[in-house]
């Protein structure tokens, strides 16, 4: 029997897209989510087990790791969480960035931490999410580009932690459309102004930063850890054209 991937945050886009294509490869899954009935339906087209986990409290993460484990251990954790704040310096508050430290990089670590034995047992593998906002300065991004500037350095840490039998990686995608994001490309104008920031003349889809996520994962990416990927249109690393 081969041992579950673990994806916590299945109800967001990338989790779920995430989730979609494991189950094509036929890897067995386990999703997570604060309220499992949001994401029943999904885990049934998937043939997925689902467990509650509120990342926000710490026994709930390792009774939700603990629950999801098989007797081979844990093939993979995928933490597919996070938020969007974007607020002025001016207006930040210090509830502002514990709130957003404790969700993106606390609950990062404590997943890990919790699932460390059931991956080493499995020689598993780790995927936690950034943003382009960490290595790039975008103004009135201090609150979420610091917490995921964490989750990067966490990834980097946790990768020397437990190497050589558990790979950990990082993704830093640019703005996707995916439900924490539709605040900002509902606007029609803003959407246009963000897609045209990018290289590549496009905001990202969540199969964009899946993709990556279900490669790193698999075995393909067996000798890849401790490294951050920009799944980004570019915008990491290259100017636009015309700015």
């Known amino acids: 029997m081969t ?19 494991l189950a094509a490869a036929g890897q067995p899954l386990v999703l997570s989510a604060r309220d499992p009935q949001t994401i029943l339906p999904l885990a049934q087209a998937l043939g997925a087990d689902v467990v509650a ?23 993979g954790l995928a933490y597919c969480v996070g938020n969007i704040v974007l ?17 993106n990089t606390v609950g990062a670590a404590i997943a ?7 991956l080493q047992k499995a020689r598993g593998s780790v995927v936690m999410f950034s943003t382009v906002a960490a290595g790039q300065g975008f103004g009135n991004h201090a609150v979420i580009a610091a917490a995921k ?11 020397a932690d437990l190497a050589p039998s558990v790979r950990v990686n990082c993704i830093a995608p640019s703005i996707s459309q995916t439900e924490i994001a539709d605040s900002l490309l509902s606007n029609e104008k ?54």
């Open 149 to 159: 500037g964490g989750v990067e350095a966490l990834a980097r840490s946790l990768a």
């Open 53 to 75: 986990c509120d990342v926000l409290d710490t026994d709930s993460i390792k009774a939700a790791v603990q629950s999801a484990q098989s007797d081979e251990g844990l093939a």
């Open 3 to 21: 041992a579950p991937t673990l994806i916590m945050g299945a109800r967001g886009g990338i989790g779920e897209a995430l989730a979609r294509r």
């Open 112 to 118: 890990v931490q919790a699932a460390a034995p059931a």
């Open 87 to 103: 607020k002025p310096l001016k207006n930040l508050t210090e509830k502002d960035l514990l709130d957003c430290y404790r969700l």
């Open 190 to 243: 803003m959407a246009e102004a963000l897609a045209a920031s990018h290289p590549l003349k496009r905001v990202g889809v969540a199969d964009d930063s899946a993709a990556m996520a279900a490669f790193l994962l698999g075995t393909d990416a067996s000798w890849i850890t401790g490294q951050v990927f920009p799944v980004d249109g570019g915008r990491g690393a290259l100017r636009a054209r015309g700015q």
